[in-house]
Nanobody, 121 residues
Framework: QVQLVESGGGEVQAGDSLTLSCAAS????????MGWFRQAPGKEREFVAT????????AYQDSVKGRFTISRDNTKNAVYLQMNSLEPEDTAIYYC??????????????WGQGTQVTVSS
């Protein structure tokens, strides 16, 4: 099993930046692609970003492309999501995930508990 714990969420103003962190334990994190999903109130869960096992490939949801950057540090068993130019529409619970490289929920076997990001206009 893999345990994932997110941190770094909070409340910010539109245009601000925030970085989320995800700490993994239980297995070697380099065995898995890792990524981020989010779910806003009253909306379906959606893909945000993912990175391959080595970190050499990344993919993003169109709505965050150019604003968000995913990265990983396998020596620290960690993955990060740097979020710039935040908008109220980015308000959601953000989930760290681990599994196989892709943009569907079914790609990821392991999920964290989530961290809240709130962006005020």
């Amino acid at each position: 099993q893999v345990q994932l714990v997110e941190s770094g969420g909070g409340e910010v103003q539109a245009g601000d930046s925030l970085t989320l962190s995800c700490a993994a334990s239980g297995r070697t994190v380099s065995w898995f692609a890792m990524g981020w999903f989010r779910q806003a109130p009253g909306k379906e869960r959606e893909f945000v970003a993912t990175t391959s096992r080595s970190g050499s490939h990344t993919a993003y949801q169109d709505s965050v492309k150019g604003r968000f950057t995913i990265s990983r540090d396998n020596t620290k068993n960690a993955v990060y999501l740097q979020m710039n130019s935040l908008e109220p529409e980015d308000t959601a619970i953000y989930y760290c995930v681990a599994g196989t490289y892709g943009y569907r929920s079914e790609n990821y076997e392991f999920w964290g508990q989530g961290t809240q990001v709130t962006v005020s206009s």
